[in-house]
């Protein structure tokens, strides 16, 4: 039997809308294109906006071992500032994050389908046939939550700014360094950019930034030749020893 909608996309925008669309009674299934739980480029900083829409779906960030983050340190131009958040954050990895919300989906009674890229998503009549791998399926609503990737003939309009594009990082911490960051989310501006970090539940810290690309060009030029000035100081966060998996994207 055909679903009434197919969800391109299982990452927290289309594994919450099946949730909340098989909770209402639809027949739901999302076509997931990574076969198993994987890292995203992403901060991993969850608010506690988030943590209030997760927990509507039965999703609970404590158990799954986030770690609390009570206080900013913002770092500009030399300069340190620390303030309490108004809220209570997590730091959490969208490896277990997305894991959990495609497992509330299943669990809301959607059908989870990974492994296979969305290819294309054409019009039949009154409904849309979506192919995905070597099959395609027929639903009257698709729900395109495939993030900034386009599916083949829907391109989105760029957005603004375009040229931005995203890094992370895990770094294993020494004691002191674990110490220094523990219950902190450490914000640092630089020209052309920022970067945040924080630890997560896995013992590890994640470094995510931003940068133009017209910087990444420039680094990209300068690699290799990069020395620390004389005037530069220790942190502790200095010395960090790369720990795990690192990835871009746009
Ligand atoms: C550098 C950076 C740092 C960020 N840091 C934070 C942060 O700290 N906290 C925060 O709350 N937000 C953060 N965000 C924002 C957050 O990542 C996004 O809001 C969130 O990922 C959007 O979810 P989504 O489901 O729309 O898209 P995505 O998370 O991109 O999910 C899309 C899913 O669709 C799948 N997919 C793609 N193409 C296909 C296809 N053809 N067929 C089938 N499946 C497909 C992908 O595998 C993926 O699982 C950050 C974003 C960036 C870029």
Known sequence: MNPDVIVAGGGPAGAAAACHLASGGARVVVIERDSGPCHKVCGEFVSVETQGYLADLGIDVSGLGAVPIDRLRFVHGGETGVVDLPFRGVGLTRRRMDAALLRAAQDHGAQVRRGAAVRAIVKVGPDLAVTA??????????????????????????????????????????????????????????????????????????????????????????????????????????????????????
Not at 165 to 181: D, M, P, S, V
Request: charged content about 20%; overall charge negative.
């Open 133 to 250: 791998g070597d099959g395609s399926l027929t639903a009257s609503r698709v729900l395109l939550a495939t993030g900034k990737h386009d599916v083949r003939g829907l391109n989105r309009p760029p957005g603004d700014p375009a040229d931005l594009i995203g890094f992370k990082t895990y770094f294993t911490l020494e004691r002191a360094q674990r110490e220094a960051l523990d219950g902190h989310i450490d914000v640092v501006m630089f020209a052309g950019g920022y970067a945040g970090l924080q630890l997560v539940e896995t013992g590890l810290a994640n470094l995510c930034l931003v940068v133009g690309a017209s910087l990444y060009q420039l680094l990209l030029e300068g690699a290799g030749t990069a020395t620390a000035g004389p005037g530069s100081q220790e942190h502790p966060h200095d010395h960090l020893h790369a720990g795990g998996d690192g990835e871009a994207g746009h």
